[in-house]
């Protein structure tokens, strides 16, 4: 047989993670460009302050570009993101009292809460054998609702410390919690679950002939990107430190942004949640450079959709380069 | 030129045996589904309260299924080739505010005005397509990226609707048109047949159709085949636009003045409406036909609840479940892959 | 479905003295009002490799599919190993030691080869979480001792050649070392060095007493290594022998005798080039040189991956060249799309390789799907004229002995022979001059083949230029006027007349590989 023809190893490992390398190579143009608008305009480079303020901000959307990721990589899409954020979010505003005990059950139920809306998200999914994008519509709908009529208004409260410890306003610690989610999704990915996770996404049958168990990974997924979302409702609530049945709706979308921000493909199989990590704090640079360049808040949404092209683009025009050169 | 026995057939997709007996394809069968949930739910409405189901209260919900329909058309059209249409809210919203403030409360303006606007609308489209077709960007991206340029440039553009044009109305002969009746009827709803009929015959009688239920069961074969993918996904985007932004027009008429956040929940019903008729979201099978049933069945849905007294969270939640009801109702015949 | 008519078959071999491993009773499966199995009964014992042979739709691959736990028959029983099996999913027959390859392989593009090798048993670290360093070293180990040595573990099974893909798929389904291997079609996509090493694993199972069962439509292939076989048709078991020839094999399959497979070549009329190319290059094409005459059948092969696919799409205007030039009719043409390939005054038709998904809708009707590439001829100012569609489509239908139950069935209907047909009625309807046929009679059934034979030569013989890729030496020796063998993207032999035999076929491109 032929004689073995490897790549080096470095090579393979971007040529294999493409999505992700070029979603770091995106944060870092925008932190640079912010660093140089921002000196521009303050005659300083931004500082601790700052660096807080732009982790806290992006730390709902961290999780809940990593919620999407999740279903993503199944090939599926998870529209209801928004709605359990908003659920969870009014739960947690609600029920959040001032003893630590209080906050920690609070916490674990709200993230069972999430988990329980991704349970159903799954089911349907997997059992039912019915389309992500028709499920996940439907569901969004029951959560918004749920979310109404347990927070009908805007309100409730949450405990100074509970901001305290998911959204400092002194440093930024909640780069904490990013490590946290690293560091379970490194291993989930070690477990069958988690090759399962992306055997589904790859091709549903050819996983089941692999002996994949397709409806348990499946289902799973869903549970983990719905109790994600669930931490992204309590982000949001501590940032906030008040909750609002809707001011999770605007994450659906911010979530699927985030995600190809990330540069990951949504027809599934392929990338990472780290990558969406990185995509939502893409996505913050890139209101804080509209800002600091002085834009008009009411064209932000024009920018942030130029930018979600030309990220697609360039993405694929890179990968294509790339992968002509391998070609060749 | 036969020499040997007939060779055995593979087996068929059961669903398609099964139809061929009863005569109705299962696509067909789905569109009746809608049709008869819609007659269902004038007849529960109709003894929820009296008059819903009479002539003028049917009219009612029709006309707002319309709105609905008008949306979904180009949404089915995208969805038959496996594509999606994000970008719904703003265009639907931007139409309206450009109709609104370029024709300036005047009748003579109104021809220009709705070429402005109708030609705005098929330019999101074109973008759209181009972005799709040509760039190969995924269909959910271009045109969520589209419904944020959209956004941006109609609120900043508007100044957040405070521009000195901002403040018209709709030009009367527009508010007329979609109040007025003829022979009884809203004169809207001969709008819509005209549309129904129009988007029919593209579907079922042209070539145009017959390319894009090629390319929604299969873009390569479709492309290997000689069909022009990148011209019919185009065009498709852009008959989309359009509809957006007729539609934009035609709420703007009704409700007299355009508002910030008109189109938003015309995104997901349009892609409801769609679903419950029958369209297939990954494309290649489906009709209009089932989706005016579907936005016909949805409206009355939502006037039944309203008529019930429901609050706005309860009319939510029993939207979401109907749709899971329906999808599950109708997964079992998509489950036979 | 017809009942398999009365023939003298030659003697069955003597009941097997071993215990079966395998046993089948009256299996039945329909799928949707079309038999599939039907009664069908079959065993295999250890030890001995069992090829299972038939027409496509005989029921073959569903069988394996039943034994296999991919599909649940409707009636009968599964015994294996003696014990009453109720197989619903491939875990049950993982469980029970039965590993399938099955023809549309089962790997996952975006993941490592060794993440598939090792799926569902990787090597754990000591908190139960997956090594995934060691999962490589377990991989390339596995290979090594395979004999496998230039698939690297750590690449994308997407960025593996096909070859490799089922060379990766047959590994796995080994190192789960499994009672019994179900093999479906394995060598459809591998070359002869490659079947080769095939043939030495098979071996070495055999000697572990691992009972083998496997499909294909490669004679040679089956008596090299078969011990018995079996032969199926219209779901049912005909009859099961240790030795039989070819034609009396066919002879069961079919229910008819054959006399000969291939017809006979055309006569060459005066040569007119139809189609030039000239230097083409662009991907895997590195400087081109072909005529294909008017009338002419020109065959093209080769080892899989040294251009042809390339070569074929590329005429066809699907695939961008980067120089050189094409000529139809001696004139020089730019082809940018299949769209413009096809247009008038041109008018080249390409029948793809994979029906599936670069040729057919099988969700859309027969006749939906053969009208396409004359849309323009059934329409006036766009709108269809659906008298005119059925017209065309019924007289295509019938020329080409389709056989179905109606055009208004959708082609996932029928079977795979009858599909290729359909899709080259498409482009029949669009009266082309050059037909590019690539692969057509891959996976199809003998009398289909026989069928797909003579149309070609009757076309040839009607005008039609035909260049013909195929992937069977045997083929591509017997059904045109010269053959034209590819090794790195050029063509590296050509070869007519006596000199044109499998052999020189298969040795012209494997002597020139090994030479660079």
Not at chain 1, 190 to 219: H, Q
Not at chain 1, 292 to 305: N, T
Not at chain 2, 119 to 135: E, P, Q, R, S, T
Not at chain 2, 212 to 217: D, L, P, Q, S, V
Request: glycine share 12%.
């Amino acid at each position: 047989m032929p004689q073995p023809k490897r790549k080096a190893a470095w090579i393979r490992l971007v040529e294999q993670n493409a999505g992700l390398v070029l979603s770091a190579v995106l944060l870092v143009i925008a932190i640079v460009l912010y660093c140089a608008i921002y000196y521009a305009a303050q005659g300083r480079l931004p500082g601790g302050f700052e660096l807080t303020t732009t982790v806290n901000n992006t730390m709902p959307l961290v999780f809940a570009g990593a919620a999407q990721a999740i279903v993503v990589i199944t090939g599926g899409i998870d529209l209801s993101v928004g709605g359990v954020i908003d659920l969870t979010n009014a739960l947690a505003a609600l029920y959040l009292g001032d003893s630590p005990l209080s906050m920690v059950l609070c916490t674990i139920g709200v993230i069972a809460v999430g988990g329980a809306c991704g349970l159903l998200n799954g089911l349907l999914v997997a059992y039912g054998r019915l389309q992500p994008i028709l499920v996940t519509l439907a569901t969004l709908a029951i959560f918004q609702g749920l979310a109404i009529r347990v927070l009908p208004a805007p309100g409730g409260s949450v405990p100074e410390a509970y901001t305290a410890i998911l959204a400092n306003f002194e440093a930024p610690y909640s780069l904490v919690f990013i490590v946290v989610l690293l560091v379970v999704w490194a291993l989930v990915r070690r477990t069958s679950i988690g090759v399962g996770i992306y055997a589904i996404g790859n091709d549903d049958l050819a996983a089941k002939s692999s002996g994949v168990k397709n409806l348990r990974s499946r289902v799973t997924a869903y549970v983990l990107s719905g109790m994600l979302a669930a931490v992204a409702g309590l982000f949001l609530v501590a940032n906030a430190t008040s909750g609002d049945p809707t001011t999770g709706n605007g994450y659906t979308l911010r979530s699927i942004v985030a995600v190809v921000l990330g540069g990951i493909s949504l027809f599934g199989g392929r990338g990472t949640p780290i990558s969406a990590v990185i995509g939502a704090f893409v996505s913050t640079m890139i209101v804080n450079i509209l800002f600091f360049a002085q834009i008009d808040p009411l064209y932000q949404s024009f920018f942030e959709g130029v930018f979600l092209v030309v990220a697609v683009l360039l993405t694929a025009i890179i990968s294509r380069l790339m992968r002509r050169r391998a070609v060749a | 030129m036969t020499i040997l026995e007939p060779s055995t057939n593979e087996p068929p997709p059961a669903s398609a045996v099964r139809g061929a007996r009863l005569g109705v394809t299962p696509d067909q069968r789905r569109i009746l589904y809608a049709i008869v949930a819609a007659i269902l739910l004038f007849f529960i409405g109709g003894l929820i309260r009296p008059g819903f189901s009479s002539p003028s209260g049917i009219a009612a919900v029709l006309t707002v299924a319309c709105f609905v329909g008008l949306v979904a058309a180009g949404q089915t059209f995208v969805i038959l080739i496996g594509g999606i249409d994000l970008s719904v809210p703003w265009t639907l919203n931007a139409g309206a505010i450009l109709m609104m403030s370029t024709a300036a409360n005047s009748d003579a303006r109104m021809p220009f005005a709705l070429l402005v606007t109708l030609g705005m609308g098929a330019l999101v489209g074109l973008c759209n397509g181009v972005g799709i077709a040509v760039f190969g960007v995924p269909a959910v991206v271009m045109t969520l990226a589209m419904n944020g340029v959209l956004e941006g440039l109609t609120l900043g553009l508007s100044g957040g609707l405070t521009c000195s044009s901002c403040a018209a109305y709709a030009p009367p002969l527009l508010q007329a048109a979609a109040h007025g009746t003829i022979l009884g009827i809203p004169a809207i709803l001969y709008l819509w047949l005209g549309v129904i009929l129009l988007a029919s015959f593209i579907l079922s009688f042209t070539t145009f159709g017959r390319g894009t239920y090629a390319i929604g069961n299969g873009a390569r074969a479709s492309y290997l085949a000689g069909v022009n993918v990148t011209r019919t996904t185009i065009i498709l985007y852009v008959i989309s636009g359009a509809f957006s932004a007729l539609a934009g027009i035609m709420i703007l008429g009704f409700g007299g003045q355009a508002a910030l956040g008109l189109g938003d929940p015309y995104l997901f019903q349009s892609i409801a409406a769609a679903v419950i008729g029958g369209v297939y979201i990954l494309g290649g099978r489906g009709h209009y036909v089932g989706t005016v049933a579907g936005s016909i069945s949805l409206v009355a849905l939502v006037s039944v609840l309203m008529a019930m007294n429901m609050p706005e969270y309860g009319r939510s939640i029993t939207y979401g479940v109907i749709i899971l009801v329906l999808l599950l109702a109708y997964g079992r015949e998509t489950a036979e892959r | 479905m017809d009942s398999p008519s009365a023939l003298d078959p030659p003697a069955e071999a003597a009941g097997p003295s071993a215990p079966l491993l395998v046993e089948c009773v009256g299996l039945r499966k329909t799928f949707g009002g079309v038999v599939a199995l039907n009664d069908a009964d079959f065993n295999a014992i250890a030890g001995e490799v069992h090829a299972l042979v038939g027409e496509n739709g005989a029921g073959k691959s569903t069988l394996i599919k039943a034994i296999g736990g991919r599909i649940r028959p409707d009636a009968g029983t599964i015994r294996i190993k003696g014990q009453a099996q109720a197989l619903g999913a491939p875990e049950d027959g993982h469980a029970l030691g039965i590993r399938t390859v099955f023809q549309e392989l089962t790997l996952l593009g975006g993941m490592t080869v060794a993440e598939n090798l090792l799926i569902g048993r990787e090597p754990r670290g000591r908190l139960g979480f997956i090594h995934r360093r060691r999962m490589g070293e377990e991989a390339e180990a596995l290979l090594a001792r395979m004999g496998i040595e230039h698939i690297d573990p750590l690449a994308l099974v997407e960025e593996t050649s096909l070859a490799e893909r089922q060379i990766v798929e047959i590994v796995r389904a080994i190192n789960n070392r499994p009672d019994i291997l179900l093999l479906d079609e394995p060598t459809s996509s591998l070359v002869e060095r490659e079947v080769n090493w095939l043939y030495g694993q098979i071996e070495e199972l055999r000697k572990r007493d691992t009972c083998i069962i496997f499909t294909s439509h490669r004679w040679h292939e089956i008596r090299n290594v078969a011990d018995r076989i079996t032969v199926f048709r219209a779901g049912r078991h005909v009859g099961t022998f240790e030795d039989i020839d070819e034609s009396e094999a066919i002879t069961l399959m079919t229910g008819k005798r054959v006399s000969t497979l291939y017809p006979a070549v055309p006569p060459l009329p005066a040569r007119d080039a139809a189609l030039e190319a000239k230097g083409l290059r662009g991907g895997r094409l590195n400087g081109v040189d072909l005529t294909l005459h008017k009338g002419e059948i020109l065959g093209v092969g080769g080892l899989a991956g040294h251009g042809h696919r390339e070569l074929f799409f590329s005429l066809f205007g699907a695939e961008r060249t980067s120089g050189g030039e094409i000529l139809v009719g001696g004139k020089p043409v730019r082809l940018a799309s299949p769209r413009q390939a096809t247009r008038r005054g041109i008018d080249i038709a390409l029948v793809p390789e994979d029906r599936k998904t670069e040729g057919l809708f099988l969700g859309m009707s027969i006749r939906n799907n053969m009208t396409l590439s004359v849309l323009g001829r059934i329409s006036s100012a766009g709108v269809l004229n659906f008298g005119a569609e059925r017209r065309v489509a019924e007289e295509m239908a019938r020329r080409l002995g389709v056989r179905m139950q109606g055009l208004r069935h959708p082609v996932g209907s029928l079977s795979g022979g009858n599909q290729q047909k359909v899709l080259i009625g498409r482009w029949l309807l669009m009266e082309p001059r050059i037909l590019l046929l690539y692969d057509i009679t891959r996976g199809v059934d003998v009398a289909t083949k026989h069928e797909l034979y003579e149309l070609v030569s009757r076309l040839a013989g009607q005008g039609h230029s035909i260049l013909l890729y195929s992937s069977d030496a045997e083929e591509l020796a017997h059904l045109p006027h010269r053959v034209l063998v590819m090794r790195e993207g050029r063509i590296a032999r050509e070869l007519a007349g006596p000199d044109m035999t499998a052999e020189s076929i298969v040795s012209a491109a494997v002597r020139d590989t090994a030479q660079s």
